[in-house]
C-alpha cells in the first residue's frame, strides 16, 4: 500500500474550497436551467474565457480578446489540438527531451515523432536547439512546431530565462516553426522574478499558448484553454469536434472564482511553498550528502538526481515497499531513456506526509545503494 | 431575430431540475476535495458509470461491467474515439444517409470517407446495405465499419426493426464490419414499442456501443459513455489523451440522478410527448395540407417533407423573417445534398411557442411556394 504518494502532480486538497465551492454551485445552478439545456459551443463559457483573459493580462500584460481563448477539456486536450493543427500533416515535433508525461504518450499515439533537446536550469539548450533545427533541416525534415513548457517545467523545475526565449523565438522565426507554449504551471509561483511568458515577447501570429485550472484550481473540473491568432485558431477548432466544453464545469468554477482568483491563487501557493520548503528540507537532511536536487521557484516537482550507482527502478521498488510512490525520471524522457533522475510531487501529499515519506525514500535510496541495480 | 427556435436538439429547459441540481451539487463538493484534486482516470467517475450499467441493464437487460463503459466529454467525444478506433487507417464507414450533422462534420474532419445508405420508416435500408458493402468490396476497399442511429433516428425520427437490426448484424459478420451504435436518443421515448439495442442483440466483440445523458438530461454536463469488449475498448481508449472526463459534473449528475433515473426520464418524456403532440397537431391544422411529416415514438425531432416545389432554403430564410429558425434537411445529408426536406426540433421552445412558430411556419411555407425557388 502507498502511503506517501510523490508520483503524481495532483494539487494540494487542503486548499481546496470545498465548501464554497459547494455554495457557488448551489448559487448558480438555479439560473442555468437555459444555458445548460444548449449546447456549449466551440468557445465555451463567456464568463471564464473573459476571467482567463484578464488573468493573462494581470500575469502578462497583454490584452487578448475572450472570444480568442477556447475553454477546453483540460489543458490536454490544448495539446493534442494544438498538435494536430501545428504539426500540418508533417508529423514532428522539437521539444525538450524530457516533458510532460501526458503530452509525450499523446505525441507518441498521434504518431508524431519527438526530437529532444537537452536542458539545464534555464530551460531548452539554445545552441541544442539551433542545432536540432538545422539539422532536421538539412536532414529535409523541416520542423514544424517547438513544444515547451518554458516556466517551472515538468519534470525539471526549470525556467527558461528571457534570454533564451527571446533565442527561441528568433530560432522559430528563422526555421518557420509554430511555437506551442505550455503555461500550465505558470502561476504556481513561490518566490524570486520570472520571465514573461514567450507569447508576451512576440507578436508572431504563429504561436499557440495554452494554460490551465488544474494547476491553481482543481484537475478535476477539467478545464484548460488555449489561445492564438484568429487565424490559426480557426485551424484549431475546425479539428474540435466535441461539441464544445463543460457548461456546467466552468458555470461553477466562474462563480466560485471570478471575484477572488488572485486571492486564491496566493492562498494556494503560500501552502504549497511550505509543503515546497518541507521536502527540500527533508531532502537535505535525509538525501543531502548522496543526491542533488532542483530548488523550484514554482510548480509541483522537485528533481532528483541520485548517485550513479543506483538504480531509479530499483529505488522506486524499493520505495514501494517501505510505501512510498516516486516517478521514475524515464517517464518523463521522450524515448523513456534511463537517467539517474527520479521525480517527486509535493501538491498533493499532506506536510507530515513530506516529512516521514522523504525519511523513507532516504532509506530506500541508501537500500538501493546497498542491494546493487535490480 | 430568432423567437421560435426550432433549429436545434437542445433538451428542455423546463423539466430541468435546476435548484434540485443545484442542492444536489451543494451536498456532494464539499466532500470532494480529494477527488477533484486528482486526476479522473481514463474511465471517469465509478457511480456514474455503475449507473450507466444500471441503465443499460434496465433498458436492454445486458449486463454490463462498469469497468467496460468509459465516460467521455459529451457523447461527441465518444464518436470520434469510435470511429478512429473501428476506422483502423482504413477512412472509410457506411452510415445511413441522413444522419447526426455532428458526426457528419467530424467525419469529415477526419478524413472519412462516408458511404450513405438510404433510409425509410424502418430504417436503415437493408437491401441497399448489402449492396453497398458489397460494391465496396468488389472495389477492393472494404468497410472497416457501419456507424448507425438505429433508435429515434436523427433527423428522421426512423426506428430500425428488430428484423433490419438482425440482417444488420448478419451482414457486418459477412463482411466483418465493427458496428457503431450511437444509441443517443434511446431513452426519450413517448409511446409504443421500440426492439432492443444492436448491442443487446448480438454477442459479436466487433461493436461500439455509446449513449449519453445529454438527451434525458442536460448537453451542457457534457457526459457520453461509451462500451465496448475489452480488446476493443483498450484500442478505444489508446486513443485518448484528454487525462480523463469531468469529474466534477460526474459527480454531481449522479449526485441527483441515482437515485431517480427512470423518474426523472419519466417526467422529461412526459413534457417532450406534450410537445411533441402539441407540434404535430399545428402541423396538421397549419401544414396538413402542403406537407407530409414523421410521427415519431421517440426523440427530438420531426421530420417534414415540402412539396416538390418549395425550395427548403427559401423556407429557411422566408421562416427566418417571420422569426422562426428551422434546420434545413441537407445540413443532415452526408454529401449535403438537398432534397424536400426540413427538420422542427421541439425539445427547446415552450408549448406557446410551438403552437405560434408553426402557425408561421406554415405562412412561411406557402409565402415560399408563392415566390417560387430562390
Redesign the interface.
Known amino acids: 500500500m502507498i502511503r506517501y504518494s510523490f508520483a ?1 502532480g ?5 486548499t ?1 474550497p ?2 464554497a ?3 457557488a ?16 459551443g466551440k468557445l465555451g463559457h463567456e464568463g471564464l474565457r473573459r476571467l482567463m483573459a484578464e488573468r493573462e493580462f494581470e500575469r502578462e500584460g497583454v490584452r487578448i480578446d475572450p472570444d480568442h481563448i477556447v475553454l477546453t ?2 489543458s ?2 490544448a ?2 489540438l494544438a498538435a494536430e493543427t501545428a504539426a500540418q500533416g508533417n508529423n514532428l515535433v522539437v521539444m525538450e527531451e524530457y516533458s510532460y508525461v ?1 503530452s509525450i ?2 505525441f507518441d ?2 504518431g508524431i515523432e519527438m526530437v529532444g533537446v537537452p536542458l539545464d536550469e534555464e530551460g531548452m539548450r539554445m545552441d541544442a536547439l539551433a542545432d536540432t533545427l538545422e539539422r532536421l533541416k538539412q536532414e529535409g525534415r523541416p520542423t514544424p512546431f517547438i513544444y515547451t513548457l518554458a516556466t517551472y517545467q515538468n519534470p525539471t523545475g526549470a525556467v527558461m530565462s528571457r534570454e533564451r526565449r527571446l533565442k527561441l523565438i528568433e530560432l522559430a522565426r528563422q526555421f518557420d516553426c509554430i511555437v506551442v507554449e505550455d503555461n500550465c504551471y505558470g502561476d504556481v509561483h513561490f518566490d524570486g522574478d520570472k520571465p514573461p511568458a514567450l507569447y508576451a515577447l512576440d507578436d508572431d501570429p504563429r504561436h499557440i499558448y495554452l494554460s490551465s485550472l488544474s494547476k491553481i484550481f ?5 478545464l484548460g484553454y488555449l489561445t492564438a491568432s484568429p487565424a490559426l485558431l480557426e485551424r484549431v477548432l ?2 474540435r ?9 466552468a458555470a ?1 468554477t466562474y462563480e466560485y472564482l471570478h471575484d477572488k482568483l488572485w486571492q486564491h491563487v496566493e492562498m494556494a501557493n503560500d501552502a504549497l511553498k511550505a509543503k515546497r520548503d518541507t521536502m527540500l528540507d527533508a531532502l537535505n537532511r535525509h538525501l543531502g550528502n548522496e543526491c542533488s536536487f532542483s530548488h523550484p521557484s514554482g510548480g509541483l516537482f522537485i528533481w532528483v538526481r541520485l548517485p550513479d550507482d543506483v538504480d531509479p527502478g530499483r529505488v522506486q521498488e524499493i520505495a514501494a515497499e517501505n510505501e512510498v510512490s516516486i516517478a521514475h525520471g524515464s517517464d518523463f524522457h521522450i524515448r523513456n531513456d534511463a537517467g539517474p533522475f527520479i521525480r517527486l510531487a509535493f ?2 501529499p499532506t506536510i507530515d506526509e513530506i516529512e516521514a515519506g522523504i525519511a523513507r525514500l532516504g532509506d530506500s535510496v541508501r537500500q538501493a545503494r546497498g542491494s546493487g541495480a535490480s
Chains 1, 2 share one sequence.
Open positions: 503524481t495532483n494539487t494540494n486538497p487542503e481546496f470545498a465548501d465551492f459547494g455554495e454551485a448551489a448559487r448558480v445552478l438555479p439560473t442555468m436551467a437555459a444555458d445548460l439545456n444548449q449546447y456549449p477539456n483540460g490536454m486536450q495539446v493534442t501526458g504518450r499523446a499515439a498521434m482543481a484537475p478535476g473540473v477539467r475546425a479539428r469536434h466535441d461539441a464544445g466544453p463543460n457548461t456546467l464545469a461553477i501538491g498533493y
